[in-house]
């Protein structure tokens, strides 16, 4: 199956290219970044970006890892998002990040909503999850926004730094995906 491009009113959601290496670097690899997730490098060094966009290719093939550029037409690459697999429970865990000059622009969660509608609607998911660090509420925000429902807290979880962090942790099935969609757009005309 080929990788997706997806589009929504202002982004595009596409495969990464080598060429987009530099920015993935520059963006990804600023501390503010680095630190709100569990697998960016920090520092992010020469040659880290290039090698993790070669391995997304075949992420994909394997059907485990779905990794998307998140670009604008005025500004280019501003982020990435991705669902990690788990095929044998139907479920993807949702992970994003954007680029520290493209915060506080509704892009996370305008890619969230088109990735999410993605693995429910072409890849057969009967549940998508989030987590995030406290200390990073926006993300939080971005996860209710979607339609997850905070499912609870997994204490002292993971470590990032030497630091062990908790994680607050967020969930969405298919069927309560499909009635927001429904609840949404309205009944039917004619209907009741």
Request: glycine share 10%; charged share 20%; net charge negative.
């Amino acid at each position: 199956m080929t990788m997706p491009t997806l589009h929504t009113s202002r982004l595009v959601l596409r495969p990464f290219v080598r060429s987009d290496a530099a920015a993935v670097q520059r963006l990804a690899g600023a501390r503010e970044v680095a630190s709100t997730t569990l697998m960016i490098p920090h520092p992010y060094e020469d040659g880290m970006a290039e090698t993790w966009i070669d391995g997304q290719a075949a992420a994909w093939e394997s059907g485990e890892v779905l990794s998307l550029a998140i670009a604008t037409e005025p500004d280019g690459l501003v982020g990435a998002i991705g669902l990690r697999i788990t095929r044998q429970h139907q479920r993807a865990e949702l992970g994003y990040w954007i680029g520290v000059p493209y915060w506080n622009r509704g892009y996370a969660t305008e890619a969230a909503s088109a990735v999410v509608a993605y693995g429910f609607t072409e890849l057969g998911l009967h549940r998508v999850v989030g987590r995030h660090f406290p200390r990073n509420p926006a993300s939080g925000r971005v996860l209710t926004k979607v339609g997850m429902t905070h499912e609870g807290t997994s204490r002292e979880h993971v470590v990032r730094w030497g630091v062990f962090e908790d994680l607050e942790c967020y969930g969405i099935l298919e069927s309560e995906w499909l009635a927001s969609r429904t609840a949404a757009s309205g009944p039917e005309p004619g209907a009741g």
